[in-house]
């Protein structure tokens, strides 16, 4: 059975790098992991997605190893404004089905 | 502009009383989602849809239906709401299931008592 572990929470100061990593396990070579953030009374919103190896665009960075079993989000240099719950999902080709992990709670310190 | 658009934002309502809440998109999505968040156990999937008059369950579809008439609307139906159903809802669409990313409704808040 399929499954996504993150940690349930992170704190952090204004202008450091976060990284939140996810665990996956039993996800094949081309199945898809991608990363939302939430603010408090508003849906997820999209922040990146990949299948491997890295991914960057303006806001973050997405790492997954070759053994595929964790990948990482990576915000560089972050403010206030990234405090907020960030969700991992992986996506299976093989039965077109989708898992959320349960939310890390960003904290973002001055 | 892009959107998933959900009726009511919020809603008050008695056990046993049947309600409906909408959702549509206007992004000529196939793939439409319904998810409940409840604190500490993050977005769990009600129901799910691949295209018009498909429709499939989730992790956790016990109380709930759903019907995809046509392509932008996804309404979700609760027959006899009850309390444990008191929760947060999002509905979501995306052109694909694995590698597009969904967008999201701004919620629905349920309460039922």
């Known amino acids: 059975l399929a499954k996504t572990t993150q940690p349930i929470s992170m704190d952090s100061y204004e202008g450091q790098e976060v990284n939140i990593t996810c665990s996956h396990n039993?996800?094949?070579?081309?199945?898809?992991i991608t990363w939302y953030q939430q603010f408090p009374s508003q849906g997820p919103r999209f922040i990146i997605q990949?299948?491997?190896t890295k991914v960057t665009n303006e806001v973050a960075s997405l790492f997954i190893p070759a053994d595929r079993k964790s990948s990482t989000l990576s915000l560089p240099r972050v403010s206030l404004s990234d405090t907020a719950v960030y969700y991992c999902l992986v996506g299976f080709y093989r039965d077109d089905k989708i898992i959320f992990g349960k939310g890390t709670r960003l904290h973002i310190l001055p | 502009e892009a959107q998933v658009t959900q009726n009511p934002r919020y809603l008050i309502t008695v056990t046993g009383k049947k309600l409906t809440v909408t959702c549509s998109q206007n992004?000529?999505?196939?793939?439409m989602s319904w998810y409940r968040q409840d604190p500490g156990l993050g977005l769990r999937q009600i129901y799910y849809s691949m295209n018009v008059e498909v429709t499939d369950k989730g992790d956790v579809p016990e109380g709930y239906k759903v019907s995809r008439k046509e392509k932008r609307n996804f309404p979700l139906i609760l027959e006899s709401p009850s309390p444990n159903q008191t929760s947060l809802y999002f509905c979501?669409?995306?052109?694909?299931?694995?590698?597009?990313?969904?967008?999201f409704g701004d919620g629905t808040r349920l309460s039922i008592l």
């Open positions: 979501a669409s995306s052109s694909t299931v694995v590698d597009q990313p969904q967008h």
């Open positions: 039993n996800i094949a070579t081309n199945d898809y």
């Open positions: 990949g299948y491997k």
């Open positions: 992004m000529n999505h196939e793939y």
